[in-house]
């Protein structure tokens, strides 16, 4: 009982207790409960139904609740778990045939079958749910005069998945049934006669599972009824059916690979997306093969247009179901169905993605820019307020789930990212820029959502709705520093105020001075409006608030503004701080990167060479955008990069590295290019062909080709040579005689065999002898791809005294080999090899 009410109760009765009693009364019993029976634990069920309203993204507790509704056999409890599922998962066939069956049972519930077949249907693309129905409606209307019932139950189905490939089963039941109707006259007979050729004729031009086996159906039919009309037809059909047959084996490529051999479960759900790598394949293989769905591959013709946009808008919403949580997909849904003329459609997909993934910059983008375009202001304010509820809802869950992040960490361990017109582009950080945590990603995302809001508030209603938005992105915990920059920018470009774009800026450093990529827009932003003074004052102000290792776009940032607009002396004493603040250079301890930043290619420099920071700072006042006369010309790097490309090495890489930054580089580039490079063979690259090989002994005068020593292994180059070819070989050797083999070239001698030195046949004749001796073939036999190399050195002529050639292969590697006094490792004396091999086979002898 309230206070106020017992007061008012007893008024005016003095024998009552007074007001301080009744107080301390209340008090009392407030503290004091009534013992009474203990609530009864809620069931598995309701505790997962709540459970699974709040985190919908569980299949198996989906799974887990459709087992218990359907064990406790209550149409309550069946009906609340199966409109939840459905509401997360609309579509879902084999949901909505579970949930459908189990009013079949009772013909007094078949209503209520009936309007679950009218909520499903319009908008399935599962043949598997009309079948069902088609089942139903066969089951419901069994007499001769509901056949016309039927009858349009199966158009209906057909007019809706007819083109899917498993809807083969649909057209053969739709076949037998009009087969089986009754005619009692001849006009009847033939009306009959005309709906069967229909259905056929439209069956066998689909790729359908079972699309074969109605193209004989369908040639036995017409031959029945008249062998000439009959070969017409076919004739009419057959490129129709055989382009159907061939997009069939297709067809059925891209779905093997999209439906992997269903598992155990009968309730397929689709998963939240985790964008590995067989997420990854997966959505390319949809986007595949919806492309190719889109590229009309069954060639159907304009007239009959309608059929395509059926086709393809099934298969989109067979995506769609299938890839629930993916945007993309739902965006090439929306796009195409755009395409065709149908806006209406494509932005109710685009609602339905929406709902699928609330969360998706995607979809919610694309939404509000056609509701931008419909001029529907105040959707697009309400989307972009819920889409920024719901993302700061997900910040606020990873704050929780990352407390160490959320410390003040977005802006102490933000990397500061280099200018993308940098004047020190070879001066990057000593160690990588931290890699950015989920929370802090997301919170630079977040920040995209409130720059789109105020573009859309700027475009669609002035400057007072663009300053409203981003008032409300100022009371944001979660605002990143991109938004005050585009708010500043907009207010400069848009409107021309310098003074409110500065102040948003200057407002902005209260909030974000320690984040150097800030502060060097800013400095950016004023020096691009010609305001040199507060620019200098800006940066004399922050420099000194980071260290060196992340004030270097700062210092680079101004340093290319004095050396491009200021006055030498002030030049000069900028470059003497920057010199102060980086006595070593940028990168004292990291040679390789300075190198490989320099020229790109890590083969052009040895580790420990340092460029002169005296060199570079000097070349850096003297270029201007990408001209870099000092290093080019003076420094040598025109010629490394030209010598580097000419010989196919890393440097032509490097090339494309030796912009803004060549100084820095390119004395060491150019002198170690020429230190550890030698010109390669010329014909290093050149095919070594076997014809090619027995070529060139052909010239009858060469003495390249060694013969092998009368003792000498038998592990030679004939062994690789087939039997048959040896034996055909003597069989050729007998046929023209000795003298066919003559160096002149004789006709007796076999195309590309190798000739004798000196033109004679004696030579030949005792190589055949010790052959045959060994059992090897004879004259003719092939050689082997190393006994070939003598006849590519030098001398090519292959004439007597042109002596041991080396072969190009070998050249090319010596010339690959870094010169001796390039080599700064360790190094031994020969002594100390000798001495060393002398103990070495002495252990080996002793058995040590």
Not at 430 to 451: F, N, S
């Amino acid at each position: 009982m309230d206070e106020a009410e017992t007061a008012q109760d007893y008024a005016g009765d003095t024998t009552q207790p007074t007001g301080e009693i009744l107080a301390a009364l209340s008090q009392n019993n407030s503290t004091l409960s009534i013992k009474t029976e203990p609530d009864s634990p809620a069931s598995e069920f309701d505790a997962l139904f709540a459970r699974l309203s709040e985190e919908p993204h569980n299949p198996d507790g989906w799974r887990r609740l459709i087992s218990l509704a359907t064990s406790s056999n209550e149409i309550p409890k069946i009906q609340q778990a199966y409109d939840e599922l459905l509401k997360h998962y609309p579509n879902t066939s084999s949901a909505q045939i579970a949930y459908i069956s189990h009013f079949l049972n009772d013909e007094a519930t078949f209503a209520e079958a009936e309007q679950l077949f009218i909520k499903f249907l319009r908008s399935s693309p599962n043949v598997d749910l009309w079948k069902f129905y088609l089942t139903y409606v066969r089951r419901r209307n069994t007499g001769s005069s509901t056949r016309d019932i039927v009858r349009k139950s199966y158009e209906f189905a057909l007019n809706h998945v007819g083109q899917d490939k498993d809807a083969g089963e649909i057209w053969n039941d739709y076949i037998q049934f009009l087969k089986a109707g009754d005619a009692s006259s001849t006009w009847e007979e033939q009306q009959k006669m005309d709906a069967l050729r229909k259905a056929y004729h439209r069956a066998v031009q689909i790729p359908l599972d079972n699309v074969e086996r109605l193209w004989s159906e369908l040639e036995t039919f017409e031959n029945n009824l008249n062998k000439i009309t009959a070969k017409k037809f076919m004739s009419d059909l057959s490129p129709a059916h055989m382009q159907a047959r061939a997009v069939l084996r297709q067809l059925t490529n891209h779905l093997n690979a999209l439906y992997p051999p269903s598992s155990s479960q009968d309730l397929f759900l689709p998963s939240l997306p985790k964008f590995d790598g067989a997420d990854r394949s997966l959505v390319g293989k949809w986007k595949a093969y919806l492309k190719w769905e889109e590229s009309n591959p069954l060639e159907i013709e304009d007239k009959d247009k309608e059929t395509l946009i059926r086709r393809i808008q099934g298969v989109y919403r067979k995506a769609v179901i299938r890839m629930r949580f993916y945007a993309e997909i739902w965006f090439m849904a929306y796009n195409w169905t755009n395409s065709i003329g149908k806006p209406d459609d494509a932005l109710l997909i685009l609602k339905a993605g929406m709902d699928a993934n609330p969360t998706s910059y995607l979809l919610t983008f694309a939404y509000v820019e056609v509701m931008e375009q419909k001029k529907d202001y105040a959707e697009v304010h309400a989307t972009f307020e819920r889409f920024l509820g719901l993302q700061s809802k997900v910040l606020d869950e990873l704050q929780k789930n990352s407390p160490d992040a959320a410390n003040g960490s977005f802006n102490d361990t933000q990397p500061a990212s280099q200018s993308t017109n940098s004047s020190f582009g070879s001066q990057s950080s000593d160690e990588k820029p931290p890699k950015l945590t989920e929370l802090q990603e997301r919170r630079k995302e977040y920040g995209l959502a409130y720059i789109f809001y105020m573009r859309f508030a700027r475009r669609a209603e002035g400057l007072q709705a663009l300053r409203k938005v981003f008032g409300k992105a100022r009371k944001d915990k979660w605002a990143p520093w991109e938004v005050y920059e585009a708010s500043a920018l907009m207010e400069y470009h848009c409107f021309d105020d310098k003074a409110v774009a500065s102040r948003i800026f200057e407002k902005g450093l209260d909030y974000f001075s320690d984040e150097v990529e800030y502060v060097c827009r800013y400095l950016g932003f004023l020096i691009s409006i010609n305001d040199g003074n507060n620019a200098r004052a800006l940066f004399e102000r922050v420099i000194t608030t980071f260290p060196p290792e992340r004030a270097r776009i700062l210092w680079e940032r101004w340093a290319r503004y004095e050396y491009q607009y200021g006055d030498l002396e002030s030049a000069l004493k900028l470059e003497k701080r920057v010199s102060e603040a980086y006595p070593n250079g940028m990168h004292p301890s990291y040679p390789e990167t300075e190198r490989i930043a320099t020229t790109g290619s890590k083969s052009l420099a040895p580790l420990n060479v340092i460029i002169d920071p005296a060199i570079k700072r000097f070349a850096q006042r003297h270029m201007y955008l990408t001209i870099d006369a000092i290093a080019s010309r003076d420094l040598g790097v025109a010629y490394a990069r030209k010598h580097g490309t000419n010989n196919g090495n890393a440097a032509s890489g490097s090339s494309q590295a030796l912009g803004r930054t060549e100084t820095s580089g390119s004395l060491a580039a150019a002198a170690s290019q020429n230190a550890i490079k030698r010109p390669a063979s010329p014909d290093h690259q050149r095919p070594v062909k076997r014809e090619d090989n027995r070529g060139e002994y052909g010239g009858g005068t060469g003495g390249g080709y060694k013969r092998a020593r009368a003792g000498a292994s038998p592990a030679r180059a004939d062994r690789d040579v087939p039997m048959r070819d040896r034996e055909r070989d003597h069989r050729d050797r007998d046929r023209w005689g000795a003298d066919g083999g003559g160096g002149g070239g004789g006709r007796g001698r076999k195309f590309n065999s190798p000739g004798p030195a000196g033109g004679g046949s004696g030579w030949e004749k005792d190589r055949d002898r010790e052959d045959r001796d060994r059992g090897f073939g004879g004259a003719g036999r092939e050689v082997k791809r190393e006994d070939s190399f003598s006849s590519l050195g030098p001398n090519r002529s292959g004439g007597a005294g042109s002596g041991a050639a080396v072969p190009p292969i070998v050249s090319w590697f010596i010339g690959e080999l870094p010169s001796a006094s390039s080599f700064d490792g360790s190094w031994f004396s020969p002594h100390f090899f000798l001495t060393t091999s002398k103990l070495t086979f002495a252990n080996l002898r002793s058995g040590v």
